[in-house]
């Protein structure tokens, strides 16, 4: 069989069309899917704003994203919803590492019961996740929802079966709020649940509680907004149920006391009006960038992300980082420059 | 024979003028060096699908050596999974692999053998060719959305006759297999799932196989006086119990492997429970679930080390199989029909 000319020319082309636009300057990440919408909404915003600069980002999970940045070195930037821990800044092959937070997430209680509008404190959430609490008519529930009728059913537990920085958040608020949690649990993106079943990401948690009668399960706050779940107030540390909003859950991150490197969680943050299973979601990011180019032109993005681009945060519903923290992280930014 | 030709089921059609002539074949790819090009780029084919089966079982080898050097072969056997305090062993999920199969391999095998043998041997021609169609159709569908399927249809359905069980006067709930708490999700929602995934593998294999069972075969059965039951017990399906045994096998390396699905509808919790009810986790199910996210090399060495437990496991059942098919050739030679 003869191959027609154009397939060959055809092929050629395919292959000599990326050289043609060599002057752009590319920019790669790697880290979390929880920031991916908002990402990719920056990326396109600012490519239109700024054409010579284009940025891809995958979102292959916190941990991938970690070690793409600090050991494979195959990405310009990372990207986290927890913060690196001491061990992983040391056997860093990068250093220094940056972390510089985007935006706020919280993550909330879901659970399928007849009953609306249940309230929980962290203490009750945390014994219902070790097993303590089993019947939904259990006294410490009903402390929670002062004159509800609840009802004699079991409660089946539903967390995360694949590690993710929603569970990190979860478990680190339970631990905070409960010392036998932290010793028997702890904290991590993937734990050893005493109970539960696990559904994979907030779709799998979701389903498996949409279909449970009696189940209770944690999701992001942006996954519930979207999809239109109802969910649980979360008692504060300043002892009032608040339920998580765009606006408590950036509450969180302006009463919180946040150190020079920005790795700090904002769970059970005190203050009023705050929602207390929140969280930063950060980028990492290094000062000692080979590229000069590169690193101014990531260096303006992060400054137009933190500032302009805090607006394309609310309208896909995650929280924007309040002012506070914009101001210090301007600063920051500068070693970057 | 010249005015013949073979038609695909390998029957002579008379009548019909050969494609080629002699005189064709000395023109296009005659002469040594076509056959030794053909020689060398089948050759270097072979070698390549070889060598690719060498460098994954290099890399979970290489990868898993971290898990197996810090916690030993006890590895294997531990039920402990703690990410947090970086203890890991493998034995729910292989239990869980273990269970989940067996439940889907005891449904999708009678199933499919006896769906196979109505087609070939009961069913008229037209029935026949729709169920076969609409089972290679349920081959094609991806195993995520059978496992959303699952999550919506399958566990609710499973929930009702675990209340069902529950509540019946019989007091079947006090069985080993049948305790614990209406979930829907779980082993047996998992077998179900995989009995379903399996199902084209052996009905096609099956009826395959079937179909190769020479007419002599059937005409002596019948000679001999025997009804159409004793025709396809006594005589068909002995006749072709290797091919079925085969058919099994690859329902079975479907099964054990299958992630997605499984992952959607059971449970997963690394516990070993005895009731087809109870939640559990199987290998290929904890490598989706915590790759993307391990906290630590050595988490990762743990899940490539599970990855490679499922390798060996696959590579034994298969072994086995053979040499169980060499054991009964042997034993049954006289009745083997070459």
Known sequence: MRIPTFVPAALALLLLTPAAQADTLKISGAGGTFIYPLASKWFNDYNKLHPGVQINYQSIGSGGGIRQFSQDRTVDFGETDGPMTDQQLQESKVKPIMHLPMALGGVVPVYNLPVGGIKFSGVTLAAIYLGRIVMWDDPAIA?????????????????????????????????????????????GTSV????????????????????TPGSIGYVELIYALQNKIAFSPVKNAAGEYVNASLASVSGAAATANIPADYRVSITNAPGKGVYPISTFTWILATPAMQDGAKKKALH????WAVT?????????????????????????????? | MDDAVLDSTGRITPGQILPYRAEDLQRQGSGRSADRVFRLTTGLCAAVVGALLLVVILFMVKGSALAFRD??????????????????????????TAYTSLIGMAIALPLGVFTAVALVEILPRGPAKLISLAVELLAAIPSVLLGLWGIFELVPLVRRFEIYIYKSPTGLRHLPIFSGAPLGVGYLAAGLILAIMALPFILSVTREVLLQVPASQREAAYALGATRWQAIWRFILPYSWKGIFGAGLLGLARVLGETMAVTMVIGNTPQIKASLFASGYTLASVIANEFT?????????ALISLGLILLVVTIVLNAGARLMILYLNRRMGTREVK
Not at chain 1, 192 to 211: F, I, R, Y
Not at chain 2, 73 to 96: C, H, I, R, V
């Open chain 2, 71 to 96: 916690h030993g072969f006890g590895f294997m056997f531990s039920p402990e999974w703690d990410p947090t305090n970086q203890k890991y062993g493998a034995l729910t999920f292989l239990y869980g």
């Open chain 1, 192 to 211: 050893t649940w005493p109970v539960g079943l696990g559904g994979k990401g907030n779709e799998g948690v979701s389903g498996l509680v949409k279909q």
């Open chain 1, 308 to 337: 302009k681009g805090q607006a394309a945060s609310i309208g896909l519903g995650y929280a924007p980082l309040p002012k506070s923290v914009v101001q210090r992280e301007l600063k920051d930014l500068a070693k970057l420059n």
């Open chain 1, 300 to 303: 303006d993005f992060l400054v």
């Open chain 1, 143 to 187: 402390r929670d929802n002062p004159g509800m009728k609840l009802p004699s059913e079991p409660i089946t537990v539903v967390h995360r079966a694949d590690g993710s920085g929603t569970t990190y958040t979860w478990v680190d608020y339970l631990s905070k709020v409960s010392g036998e949690f932290k010793g028997k649990v702890g904290v």
């Open chain 2, 293 to 301: 996210e391990a906290p630590s090399e050595l988490a990762i060495s």
